[in-house]
Every structure is written in structure tokens, then in C-alpha cells.
């Protein structure tokens, strides 16, 4: 069984083709980069919503071209998104202004306006916190959140907010493009702070939306992400290359699709994905909200399982950065083979080099959009390996920190899994290990983990396969084990990590 399967992410739209037979069997994909807008004083990120589907209409044709595959072979499709942006859509499904992502922060007056007040907790109004945990089991603590955008265009852009019919995130208005229905998947709603998590509870918490300011007949009906939403239309169908009639299954954004995807199915399984953004997730049983590491715990598509997730919002950017700003004369960058080769050839350390992955502030496990990276150490004998090295030991160190925090609330596992696309790097992978300690393993094809996570939620939901037996069909590929000895010197600068950070939150209150 055939599947067409879109993971839209903020730097690449990646379409995959897979086929379901007693595995998940990765046939193909295309990448093809995606296109960002900064606005708003450098605070404002958007991206184009006819360039989301131009990209999936040409790329679903490629595939099917490239693999002698036929539109009728093609069992259903489905969606891995970023989550917590703000697609704002009119009556016909259309968007009304450019999507927002979640790297958007433009709505920090709007955000501290209703939590910055009063007697507060980790910053927040202690009475609306227990509020918002009591209803929703979910706090939007941060200008990133959805709702915060939303009000942000209702506050400064009254003619277009006055055009809205739906309040969608990015998966939700691809699901709307391919069936013309308006519904948020349930992981989506979640990340809204809006849905009523409350013992005996379920759909929309009008409570919260009166609190928040949201009005209510903007909030689509909620779907599970093994539901078939619907079918394509003729014309949609028309666009794709692929036949009338094909099963659109709901999907799911980026937290659970990356660990189904990675085979993380299980509880108390952790892994670790480094994509554009990174995160570190750990399978839990229940709901969970930590305001003092910023951490949630996000509902998926198994009922019984959340995923407590944190995140590094520039993880694989930061790399991106570093590859480009040591380029050749020629203006081509280095190849991730000869990437590889540079850092490999730099010590464990990289003579003392530093740097923290702020590029775009910090999320997790504090929350502060004004913070940027730092570079330290630096002197004439400094490399592009060793400002390579430096990079992704930098991510890694706040790897390492996002775990520590999470096995402070929760039992982690031993060994991690790793995905996304530095993952495809061997030395990061053993660079991982030395640094956090644990054992970490990589994935086959690590930078499709959501794409396939999409396509594992599909079969689900054509009733191939179930949800317990998606831990089997993922392929191991690699496994490194910590180095003793390199661990104890990443022990030490781990602690110099935490140091400059703090002393660089410190100088940035002052």
C-alpha cells in the first residue's frame, strides 16, 4: 500500500513516498526549501501559504514520476506540520494574511499584558496560571504562542481579523486545502491552550477562550490524527496528480510524528530530534506542565500516551549558519562530507571554543526571546573546524540540558533516540553520546522521521497496521556509546556552558 505522506517544516517541505507492507518501507522523497519572511522589527516570522501547496502539488507529481508509481496506487496521504503557528482563513478556506510560525514573537505586548501583572510564579500571574493548568493543563507562556499571534492581528490588523472565519495552525489548513473542511487536529487544539483537559472533558475550553479573548465561532471542530477527514475533491485532485477520491488522514504536528517516526512509541522512550529547530521529547502517561523548565507534555495520536517535549529553536539552523559563514571563496559551501571530515579532525572541546545556540532566543528551558548566541574562546589559532566543533557542541550541551531537566520531572530512557538531519552526520552522533552520556541511537533515513511518523498514522488510520506495532517496523542504523575520558572533559565545559548563559541572561536584565 502506497502512501503519500508532507512534512512542512519551517525550512523544507519534505514529501514522502513510503510503502506499507509488514514495514514501513521508505521509497523516495524530495526537499525542497521553503521561503521566510522577517517583519516587524526582526521579531515577525511568516511564510507564503501558495508556495506550502505549490511545493506539495509539484513535488507529489515528482515522486510519482521519478518511481513509476501511478496516481491510483496511492492509498491516502497525510501531514506532519510545525506546530503553533497561526494560519488565519475566510469562509472559502483561504488565507487572509501570511501564515505565522512558531519562531514568530511579535506578540510579546500582547502576551505580558494578560499574564505579566499581579502576583506572579515563573514571571506569570499566579491566578491565571492555576487558571489555565486547572482547564487546559497548558499555559501559552511565551509571544510564540498561537493565541498571542492571534490577538496580535486582531489588535493591529482590524480589517483583516475582521475577515476571519477560522483560527488554523499549519497542518490544520492543509487538511482544509485537500477537503475543504475546517477542523483542528487534537495535538494542534492542545497547542492552543484552548482544549478543555479537564477530567471528563473534551472539545474547546470556552472558558479559556472568554479569558484569552478568542471568539469562539473562529475555533474548528476537533479530529483525532487517525481520522480520515475526507477525500480529495476532483480539482484538488487534479492539482496533486493524484485520483479523486484519495483518503486525506489527519496527521499530526512535528512532536508526535517525530517520535512515532523514530520508533519512540513506548513510555518513558526519549529522543532527541535536530532538525531546523531541536527538541528532546520523552514518552509520558499523563499530562504534565513545568513553568519553571518550560516544558509541556502534548497529546498525540495514541490516547493513552503524551509527549513532554522542549525545545532549541535554532538547532540545525545554527549548523546552517556556521557551514555558510565559513564557505569558500567561491561562495559554495562546504559539503556535510567535508563538514564531517573538519569536525572530526578538531579536538573534543575545540580549543576552548564556546557557543550557545541563541540565534533566535531561547525557549526551553527558559523562555527568553531576547537572547542571542555567543561565540567565546576565540583566538588565532581558532579553525573552521574547531567553530564547527564549537557549534554542534553547543547544541549538544543544550541537548544535555533539556534532558537534565526532563529527568528531574520524569523517568528518561538510557538510550536515546536521534533523528533529523545532522543526525545523517556520524561524529555528531558520537559527539552526542560523549557529551550527554547516554547511548544514542540513529534511525534509517533520520531526516523523514515525520514524514514516516505521517505515514504510520495513515496506515493506522486505513486500518493496515496498529499503533503497537509501529515500534518494530523502524530500523536501527547506528549506535555510539559516551567515551569515558571525552565525557569527562565535556563534563567540565558543560559547566562553563551553563556559566556563560547565565552570565549572558544576567547582562541582558541589567
Not at 523516495?28 to 511545493?55: F, L, M, P, R, Y
Not at 497542518?171 to 487536529?185: A, E, N, P, Q, S
Not at 545556540?357 to 527568553?368: W, Y
Not at 556509546?481 to 544576567?506: A, F, G, Q, W
Amino acid at each position: 500500500m502506497y502512501l503519500m505522506t508532507y512534512d512542512i517544516g519551517t525550512s523544507f517541505i519534505k514529501t514522502a513516498l513510503t510503502n506499507v507492507t509488514d514495514k514501513i518501507e521508505f521509497v523516495g522523497a524530495t526537499v525542497i526549501g521553503t521561503h521566510n519572511t522577517t517583519t516587524s522589527d526582526g521579531k515577525g516570522d511568516e511564510q507564503n501559504a501558495d508556495e506550502w501547496w505549490d511545493t506539495i502539488c509539484r513535488s507529489t507529481k515528482e515522486l510519482l514520476k521519478n518511481y513509476s508509481i501511478s496516481s491510483d496506487q496511492i492509498k491516502g496521504i497525510s501531514f506532519c506540520s510545525q506546530l503553533n503557528g497561526t494560519v488565519l482563513v475566510d469562509e472559502k478556506g483561504n488565507v487572509v494574511r501570511p501564515p505565522m510560525t512558531f519562531l514568530d514573537r511579535r506578540a510579546e505586548k500582547e502576551f505580558s499584558e494578560y499574564f505579566q501583572n499581579g502576583l506572579r510564579l515563573h514571571g506569570l500571574n499566579l491566578w491565571k496560571l492555576i487558571k489555565a493548568i486547572h482547564h487546559t493543563k497548558m499555559v501559552p507562556a511565551g509571544a510564540y504562542s498561537p493565541i498571542w499571534k492571534y490577538k496580535w492581528v486582531q489588535n493591529n490588523e482590524p480589517e483583516i481579523f475582521a475577515k476571519v472565519h477560522k483560527f488554523l495552525d499549519v497542518g490544520d489548513y492543509m487538511l482544509c486545502k485537500t477537503t475543504g473542511k475546517f477542523v483542528r487536529t487534537e495535538d494542534s487544539a492542545f497547542c492552543t491552550a484552548l482544549n478543555d483537559c479537564r477530567d471528563g472533558h473534551s472539545g474547546w475550553s470556552l472558558s479559556m477562550a472568554k479569558s484569552y479573548g478568542i471568539r469562539e465561532e473562529h475555533l474548528p471542530e476537533i479530529v483525532q490524527s487517525t481520522d480520515i477527514v475526507g477525500h480529495l475533491s476532483a480539482s484538488i485532485a487534479e492539482q496533486m496528480g493524484l485520483q479523486e477520491g484519495t483518503p486525506v488522514i489527519a496527521g499530526a504536528g512535528d512532536v508526535s510524528m517525530v517520535a512515532i517516526g523514530s520508533g519512540n512509541t513506548q513510555n518513558k522512550l526519549t529522543g532527541i530530534y535536530c532538525g531546523t529547530s531541536g527538541s528532546v521529547c520523552t514518552v509520558v502517561s499523563r499530562e504534565m506542565q513545568f513553568s519553571d523548565i518550560m516544558m509541556i507534555s502534548i497529546k498525540g495520536p495514541n490516547p493513552s500516551q503524551k509527549y513532554l517535549y522542549g525545545e532549541l529553536e535554532t538547532a540545525g539552523r545554527c549548523f546552517t549558519w556556521a557551514r555558510h559563514l565559513i564557505g569558500k571563496l567561491d561562495e559554495t559551501k562546504y559539503s556535510y562530507e567535508e563538514c564531517a571530515l573538519l569536525i572530526s579532525k578538531a579536538v573534543p572541546g575545540s580549543h576552548g571554543l564556546l557557543f550557545t545556540p541563541f540565534l533566535h532566543g531561547s525557549k526551553t528551558p527558559f523562555e527568553d526571546g531576547n537572547i542571542r548566541g555567543t561565540l567565546s574562546g576565540l583566538d588565532l589559532e581558532t579553525s573552521r573546524g574547531d567553530l564547527l566543533r564549537a557549534v554542534i557542541e553547543g547544541i549538544c550541551f543544550h541537548f544535555r540540558w533539556m534532558l537534565e531537566s526532563q529527568a528531574k520531572k520524569c523517568s528518561i530512557s538510557n538510550t536515546i533516540r536521534f533523528a533529523g538531519g545532522l543526525a545523517r552526520i556520524n561524529v555528531v552522533g558520537q559527539i552526542l553520546a560523549d557529551i550527554t552520556g547516554h547511548t544514542i541511537e540513529t534511525v534509517k533515513h533520520p531526516q523523514y522521521v515525520g514524514a514516516l511518523g505521517a505515514a504510520a498514522i495513515a496506515a493506522i488510520g486505513l486500518g493496515k497496521i496498529k499503533f503497537e506495532d509501529i515500534h518494530n517496523y523502524i530500523e536501527i542504523t547506528n549506535t555510539y556509546t559516551p567515551n569515558p575520558d571525552v565525557h569527562e572533559t565535556y563534563n567540565k565545559l558543560y559547566t562553563k556552558y551553563l556559566n556563560i548563559v547565565k552570565s549572558d541572561r544576567k547582562l541582558l536584565a541589567e
